[in-house]
């Protein structure tokens, strides 16, 4: 089977159609703004963050406050740190975090999505291990709409015989 074909270009000069290899295998630019900060949105639940993150010294800020004046529980924090751990680039950037909606853990799942998204905008060489970490995906479970005729979303009335 010496004339099957091997290679993309191969398969380009046979259609008589030129390919854009190039375009297929252009690895990816970073994405920074003029002060040298990527930026990112972050989901979880029903809370939104907006995330910007800058070379530093690991310092996070959310809604103008610490990270553990407003994640006060140590999990939420730890949640927060996980992508700079996996990615292993702790305390070498700043976070300056907006968050809004849901609770505590939705928000601090949201700024975790939001950090991972623009640390892999910043370096797309970090891009693989906050992938395999599952960092990159938005968590899609939210809770169930109330249906009418029920108590909650699937709990219904107590049933009386008498």
């Known amino acids: 089977m010496a004339d099957q074909i091997t290679t993309l270009e191969e398969l380009g000069a046979v ?12 690895p990816r630019e970073p994405v920074r703004d003029e002060l040298g900060r ?31 004046a407003y994640f006060a529980r140590p999990v939420l ?15 070498q950037f700043d976070v300056y975090a907006t968050v809004k909606g849901g609770g505590l853990s939705g928000q601090a ?5 939001g950090i991972s998204k623009a640390l892999q905008l910043y370096d797309p060489s970090l891009r693989g291990a906050l992938k395999a970490a ?10 169930e709409r109330k249906k009418f005729g029920r108590r909650k979303a699937r709990r219904s009335f107590q049933f009386s015989k008498r």
């Open 15 to 26: 259609a008589g159609v030129e390919t854009a290899v190039e375009e297929l295998e252009a």
């Open 38 to 68: 990527s930026y990112a949105t972050g989901k979880r639940k029903d809370a939104v963050s907006r995330v910007w993150i800058k070379p530093g010294s690991g310092k996070v800020v959310v809604n103008g406050k610490e990270m553990k």
């Open 109 to 113: 799942g949201a700024v975790k999505h």
């Open 77 to 91: 924090q730890m949640i927060l740190r996980q992508p700079f751990t996996v990615a292993g680039v702790e305390d």
């Open 134 to 143: 599952g960092f990159l995906t938005r968590d899609s479970r939210v809770v």
